[in-house]
């Protein structure tokens, strides 16, 4: 084939060349590199990329494995051993992870080949990667916009085919948000499902890692690979993983889907709505059962999740001090002196600000009124779910309520950027499963910007969710549009 149509193959076209012989891994490895030097400038979803490794591991590599000779390109919060981990922060600059992440180690032995360091919101706190320290990642479709966040470089490189697939994390939408902003699929797991040992914590009981690819097949086969119980990580789950990309027939007839009446409210773009609303009646043609469900406390998630996600921030980062790793402050007097100026100059702005709020939520007197009272809301929002899922198999929602914003739009206003994640906030706290696929374009100023459609379902039914995204998305073109 003609090596310049090779970046735009899905994870499962690329494997089934390599097993033909049509390609070699080296190939696939230097055709991408190539790519990314094209087009990676105008884009800066990468931070880093150690072609030199990536090639002894393509010439290593045995493309009979699940998916063998495949490069993945990583968030820059997961550890790969031998290659920086920054976290997108200069307290981070300079360090080097000693060790692969439980999720990267299933990825190798499945032949998978760890691709890049991708750009993030700082220690992945925001929804539109401008809290970057190295600089803002810049959505594919138009670069004058945000790719979401805070996985906007995994979500940008795969939009713009700089990528065949890449891993992101979730803690309250950063996967799923950036997915539909750029027009990918992205893919949350359940809370347990994915270890989360080699994942540099923000909210650890929120966070999780998954993929985004062009197709749910992909993310099917990537999520197959990385699930299951590591000893490394007590939260993750002891059960079965199933085959899920096996497992896509695209028959959802008599499924039920639930449309949330909260999340239809004032303030959705029109065309975000529409776009939602004809997939809904798309899936009727498919045979599924649409109910109108109610989630009656979705209206206190971001309250609950901004008082959560920081007060386990807040604990998290404390281990970022300048005495063993990362970035040191000079000319202290003191070891309070050098606690203050190493973390003043080495954090961003945001991450300032919610581990200010998190050690105040916290602090004597205000625990029970703020934390506590938070934890308790938590239980309520995960009781509207389960209510939600003994009548339907999974929901149906818009993933954000409008497309891509401009650069600089909402920088100097932390609420409205807090409000960008208020539909993918409470499938975090509430530990479910959720994805986001295209489903439409939204004209603004004579660009197309896509829509995300997204799916929420039980915990640890990853399985019924992908096979209800994959019919709607075999059954519609959304996904294999791509930005020019």
Not at 197 to 209: E, K, P, T
Not at 293 to 320: D, G, K, M, Q, W
Not at 474 to 479: A, K, R
């Amino acid at each position: 084939m003609d090596t310049a149509d090779l970046p735009f193959l899905t994870v499962t076209e690329l494997q089934r060349r390599l097993r033909a012989r049509e390609l070699t891994p080296r190939e696939v490895v230097d055709t991408l590199a190539a790519r990314i030097e094209a087009v990676d400038p105008a884009i800066h979803a990468y931070l880093s990329t150690d072609l030199d490794q990536a090639r002894r591991d393509a010439d290593a590599a045995d493309v009979s494995l699940p998916l063998g000779g495949v490069p993945i390109a990583i968030k820059d919060v997961i550890s790969v051993a031998g290659q920086p981990c920054g976290c997108a922060s200069h307290i981070l600059d300079g360090y080097v992870a000693p060790y692969d992440a439980t999720c990267i180690a299933r990825l190798r032995a499945a032949g998978a080949i760890p691709f890049g360091r991708l750009n993030m919101d700082e220690f992945a706190m925001g929804s539109s990667t401008e809290n970057s320290s190295k600089g803002a990642t810049l959505n594919p479709w138009d670069t004058t916009r945000v790719p979401g966040g805070s996985s906007g470089g995994s979500a940008a490189s795969v939009a713009a085919r700089t990528a065949f697939a890449s891993l992101g994390t979730d803690t309250g939408g950063s996967i799923r948000q950036p997915a539909a902003l750029c027009g990918v699929v992205g893919l949350k797991p359940s809370y347990g499902r994915i270890s989360r040992y080699g994942l540099v914590a923000f909210a650890s009981s929120l966070d999780q890692v998954g993929p985004f690819t062009k197709t749910v097949e992909d993310a099917a086969r990537l999520l197959g690979v990385m699930s299951g119980l590591d000893p490394h990580d007590s939260t993750t789950l002891d059960a079965p993983v199933p085959d899920y990309a096996a497992l896509l027939t695209g028959d959802i007839k008599g499924l039920k889907l639930g449309l949330p009446k909260e999340y239809f409210i004032s303030g959705i773009d029109p065309q975000v709505e529409a776009a939602v609303r004809a997939a809904v009646d798309h899936y009727t043609k498919l045979g599924a059962e649409i109910v109108e469900v109610s989630l009656p406390h979705t209206e206190y998630a971001v309250a609950v999740y901004y008082i959560v996600a920081t007060a386990e921030a807040s604990a998290n980062l404390a281990r970022f001090d300048g005495v063993r790793y990362g970035h040191r402050a000079r000319d202290t007097s003191g070891l309070l002196d050098f606690y203050g100026k190493t973390r003043a100059e080495g954090f961003g702005p945001e991450v300032k600000r919610r581990i200010i709020l998190g050690t105040y939520v916290l602090s004597s007197g205000y625990h029970d009124a703020y934390y506590l009272q938070a934890q308790k809301v938590r239980t309520l929002i995960r009781k509207d779910f389960e209510d939600a899922f003994q009548t339907v198999d999974a929901l149906i929602c818009p993933t954000s309520p409008v497309p891509a914003f401009k650069l600089g739009e909402h920088t100097q206003n932390p609420l409205a950027m807090y409000l960008q994640d208020i539909f993918t906030i409470a499938a975090n706290l509430a530990g479910v499963c959720g994805v986001s696929l295209p489903c439409g374009f939204a004209q603004v100023d004579g660009k197309d910007l896509p829509i995300g459609l997204q799916l929420l379902g039980p915990s640890f039914d990853e399985a019924r969710l992908l096979q209800i995204a994959h019919a709607y998305e075999q059954t519609t073109d959304w996904h294999t549009r791509r930005p020019s």
